[in-house]
């Protein structure tokens, strides 16, 4: 069985720019959530979506959207970045269920987001 | 304010070593607190997940201990394959929802 895939691995931006992060989560998993880890703030929660729903989100500014395709698979938007959302952008998945909801979350190997 | 916090930050064993690591947690209503193993490179790893105090899960040379304010992570006659970052997660209700928090995590090193 496929584990959860993020594309790209690396990215390098501008200051401005907008940027694109993808998403496919194991098959038969509805939830998806996105998190961003960084050396200081650790492992920090994004949001989460669940069948093309935002179920829950977290403290960060709405330049960070995302959102659910009926597929489950998952895109997350950061626009106007800047030098502070250099991080590694994590995915995960679940099944999804209320009481499945962030647990024993599927992550991927993330995204690396450099920001200049 | 840190609602999960782990420590130590770092440690280093040599191998054959025991030690535990700590997750001292403050939020209301605990759903769950979940240990995960993240290696250089790659996202976590699901470990356990413990739901009431005196609960315990193990796995091979790992166990998890939980009570109402704390969690350990025990690990066995360590082995150079252990080493990784040990992160820690809770979800409660915290600012009047429910979320999922993670702690810093102790980076573990063992050595040949």
């Known amino acids: 069985k496929a584990g959860v895939t993020q594309t790209p691995r690396y990215l390098i931006k501008t200051r401005g720019q907008q940027v694109t992060l993808s998403c496919s989560p194991i098959?038969?998993?509805?939830?998806v959530s996105w998190y961003q880890q960084t050396p200081g703030q650790g492992l920090q929660f994004l949001f989460e979506y669940f069948s093309e729903t935002q179920r829950n989100k977290g403290n960060f500014p709405g330049r960070f959207s995302g959102r659910q395709f009926s597929n489950s698979r998952s895109e997350m938007n950061v626009s106007t970045l800047e030098l502070g959302d250099s991080a590694l952008y994590l995915c995960a998945s679940s099944l999804g269920g209320y009481r499945d909801s962030m647990e024993k979350l599927f992550f991927g190997s993330g995204t690396q987001l450099s920001v200049l | 304010e840190d609602q999960v916090t782990q420590s130590p930050e770092a440690l280093r064993l040599q191998e054959g070593e025991s030690s535990s690591l700590n997750c001292s947690y403050t939020?209301?209503?605990?759903?769950?607190l979940f240990w995960y193993r993240q290696d250089p490179g790659k996202g976590p790893e699901f470990l356990f997940t413990?739901?009431?105090a005196g609960e315990e899960k193990e796995k091979e040379r790992l166990k998890a201990t939980l009570t109402k304010k704390e969690s350990f992570l025990h690990i066995t006659a360590t082995k150079p394959e252990d080493s990784a970052t040990y992160l820690c997660a809770v979800r409660g209700l915290i600012q009047g929802a429910q979320k999922l928090v993670f702690g810093q995590g102790t980076r573990l090193t063992i050595n040949p």
């Open positions: 939020v209301s209503g605990l759903r769950g």
């Open positions: 413990l739901y009431s």
């Open positions: 098959s038969g998993h509805r939830s």
